[in-house]
């Protein structure tokens, strides 16, 4: 199969496009001084910059096509490769929260003594301690101000931490009176 570049090799080019003289009085001249125009050399070879622009373009455009299908073909290995590695990793992701769900628990933010044996209002964000499988032992502050009776002021380990089930977790809590 004859290749593109085969047809246009860079020696061929200046073959084809002749030189052409300017007349001894506008040699060196890009306007003629008489009419103000450009002279025909100065556009003539302005035409065999493009020319040899177009002739190099074509005698690569062979080695062009190859490397963009090559490149192209790369390209969707790679977002591929991408795919598999973002599902795989997604998987991985699925299995360690089941693991994490099974082992160990993230200890809520309790707001007062009622959330941490009950749970909030439905038991979705702050868990009762008991659902948790977590052993709860309180310690008690008396009039700490800006708190109101039973509420938590302190978590260890602080709330977000992840323990096993089945931990212990020591909960200060305000007394008033």
Do not use: C
Request: hydrophobic content about 45%; charged content about 25%; aromatic content about 6%.
């Amino acid at each position: 199969m004859r290749r593109e570049s085969e047809d246009f090799p860079p020696d061929k080019l200046f073959a084809l496009l002749k030189d052409i003289r300017v007349g001894d009085n506008l040699q060196g001249l890009d306007i003629n001084p008489r009419t103000g125009d450009v002279v025909n050399g100065v556009v003539y070879g302005a035409i065999q910059l493009v020319d040899a622009f177009v002739w190099d373009a074509l005698g690569y455009l062979d080695i062009i096509e190859q490397d963009t299908l090559s490149t192209r073909r790369r390209l969707a290995e790679t977002k591929a490769a991408v795919a598999t590695v973002q599902a795989q990793i997604a998987d991985l992701r699925a299995s360690l929260d089941r693991l994490v769900d099974f082992l160990g628990v993230t200890i809520p933010a309790w707001i007062n003594k009622t959330e941490v044996e009950n749970g909030d209002d439905m038991g979705i964000s702050r868990p009762s301690a008991a659902s948790l499988d977590l052993t709860v032992n309180f310690q008690f502050e008396r009039q700490v101000a800006g708190f109101a009776h039973e509420d938590v002021l302190s978590i260890d380990p602080t709330a977000g931490t992840l323990v096993k089930r089945g931990s212990s977790v020591t909960v200060t809590l305000n007394l008033e009176g």
